[in-house]
């Protein structure tokens, strides 16, 4: 039996002395790992509940078509090309993605496990902290992913968690567009932060969707509907 070897490729460091991240290649498929973490934080083997993540947001956005969408963290671009999977034409994706790294290895190779998303011209991938982009918009946006670390707890970097803090979703929920959808990915539930979203005025929606396929690990999803 042929063993598999990771090959390092690249490294980056994370912004805000947030760490380092990994860019392995194994046979075809890629993996990004954070040191000191435990295990992948991300791979191009494993991204059902990123697709889900943005193809259940946009089925309840009224216009789908034509939508403005935000997306934090570009990833692996598995997100994204969900997201452009299932607007039109007209529609704009914007990526907000913290490591210049991360969108140089979505040019590359790796690009094209997720089809090459990226090349689409209703995409829009900016270097810039999501929280920046999502402060500086009022009712901008049909739909924001927010795809960002491990979930509400901030995993890799501490400061994530102040998007998923009450501040940050009121500001969320303001660059949001009446009946606008925030849909947020975790690798768990946490019953304080559907409570937080739920005071900002969001009407909260959660669904579990498998990571991969039909069984195994299931990921948390929320979808989180301004009025």
Sequence with gaps: MRMRINTLLDTAQI??????????QRDNEFTIEVVGIGGDLMTTAVHGSEDALAE????????PQTARVLVGGLGMGFTLA?????????????????VPEVVKWNRGPMGARSGDPMLDERAIVRIEDVAQVIRKE?????????????????LTQPANSRIYSLTGLYAAYAALRP???LAIWSTD????FTKRLGKVGFKVDEVKVHAHGLKGTKHHLWFATRP
Excluded: C, M, S, W
């Design 138 to 154: 009022r009712n901008g946006f049909d739909a924001i992913l927010l795809d960002t670390d491990n979930g509400p707890v901030g």
């Design 189 to 192: 539930p946490d019953g304080p």
């Design 179 to 181: 009946h606008g959808v």
């Design 56 to 63: 259940l947001a946009l089925k309840r956005v009224k216009q």
């Design 15 to 24: 912004p805000n002395k947030g760490g380092e991240l990994r860019f392995y």
């Design 82 to 98: 969900a997201a452009l999977k299932h607007t039109g034409p007209k529609a704009q994706i914007v990526v907000a993605e913290l």
